[in-house]
């Protein structure tokens, strides 16, 4: 069987966030939604039954993870949040996937952003790995537009 177009390689990812913040990661998780699921008991000629009906929608949390640079973009958002600007904080974004060659293939936009948490790297004076920091932003919806 031939297929059409072959699976797309998640390793680059790209954060704009409307020029607040706009940065490279190289893990990303969270993207989507799901419905609680509501279980309603019923009987059917006689018959007992249990439909299952989509209750609340819920949006994921998105964590973000990248090499810790000298840049101090996601520190400077979070500091926001944390000085009670969360009215401030908050903005519309998009993650968008790029390829090998940084052409863009899939992109997610989500609205009313801010970040509910960031995390710097474990450090170990034994340790040959590079340092990781580590984002987490909630928001009010997402949608794959591309």
């Given amino acids: 069987m031939a297929r059409d177009t072959d699976p797309l390689v998640g390793f680059h990812f790209q954060l704009d966030l409307g020029g607040v913040v706009a940065g490279y990661f190289t893990e990303i998780s969270g993207l989507g939604s799901e419905n609680e699921v509501v279980e309603h008991k019923v ?4 018959k007992q039954k249990v439909q299952k009906i989509p209750g609340r929608l819920k949006w994921g949390d998105i964590t973000l ?3 810790i640079t000298a840049m101090m973009d996601i520190w ?8 009670g600007l969360v009215d401030t904080a908050r903005t519309n974004g998009s993650i968008i996937m790029l390829d090998q060659e940084l052409t863009p293939v899939a992109q997610w936009d989500f609205e009313n952003a801010w970040p509910s948490k960031v995390s710097g790297p474990q450090v170990q004076s034994d340790s040959n790995n590079y340092g990781v920091e580590e984002m987490t932003i909630v928001h009010e919806y997402i949608v794959r537009v591309q």
Avoid: A, S
């Fill in 43 to 46: 009987v059917e000629g006689g």
């Fill in 65 to 67: 993870k990248r090499g």
């Fill in 76 to 83: 400077t958002w979070r500091k926001q949040v944390e000085d």
